[in-house]
């Protein structure tokens, strides 16, 4: 029997402005991502791969290349890779080895250099990043035969047990005398409060780090 004229086919779904496909879906996923694309070369995005560019525009890597820094006062050159950490420099290529390797993380403070006087972490940055500025270690504190003040108060007061803190803590107490000769008790906290002792020698630590600014007197017993 015929169907009444007018009527639609109900098995015959119409197609509208609307209607949405996988087709047309992947489609879409293409042209977005050939939009994006574009923007980024357009903006000058690196391509994945890209060795990384210092602020001066100068491209290192990916495999070793000569790096010159300047070390406890002299000039060091050595063949790295951009992911080198000044730490693994200082230590394995360069043979100082007071700058001591802990947490590897930026959490204890046993790797602690002087970067233009001042203190930083060594395994939390690049050896390229420390290319212009001068470095201090541990070993380059004190005078040629000699100790740093600061040295010789953390013996009279015996401020160490395993040592294996002491290059950090010393050299981070430096840099507070340096900018600050009579820090307060509460300063000399606040400057190591990054530095971790795992024998809890805080006490002996604070107060040879007073006795090297002249504010306790320096033990002869």
């Given at each position: ?29 293409g042209?977005?991502a ?35 820094l ?105 840099a507070?005398?340096?900018?600050n ?34 504010r ?6």
């Open positions: 029997m015929a169907r009444p004229s007018g009527k639609s086919n109900p098995k015959k779904r119409k197609k509208t402005a609307t209607s949405f496909t996988r087709r047309a879906f992947l489609k879409g996923i042209l977005g050939g939009a994006l694309g574009a923007s980024l070369l357009a903006a000058g995005a690196a391509p994945a791969g890209t060795p990384p560019a210092t602020s001066s525009g100068t491209t290192f890597g990916p495999g070793a290349f000569p790096l010159t300047k070390i406890n006062g002299q000039a060091k050159t050595v063949r790295v890779e951009p992911r080198v950490t000044l730490l693994d420099v200082l230590r394995d290529r360069i043979d100082l080895t007071g700058t001591k390797k802990i947490c590897d993380r930026g959490e204890c403070g046993g790797c602690t250099v002087l970067l233009d006087g001042r203190p930083a972490f060594a395994c939390m940055m690049l050896a390229v990043d420390a290319r212009g500025h001068a470095i201090t270690t541990i070993e380059g504190i004190a005078p040629r035969g000699g100790l740093h003040p600061v040295q010789q108060a953390f013996i009279d007061k015996d401020a160490l047990q395993c040592g294996f803190c002491t290059p950090g803590f010393v050299v981070a107490s430096k507070l005398l340096d900018q000769p009579r820090p307060s008790l509460d300063q000399v906290r606040e400057a190591l409060g990054g530095h971790l002792c795992r024998c809890g020698t805080y006490p002996r630590i604070f107060e040879a780090v007073l006795s090297a600014a002249g306790v007197p320096v033990s002869k017993g």
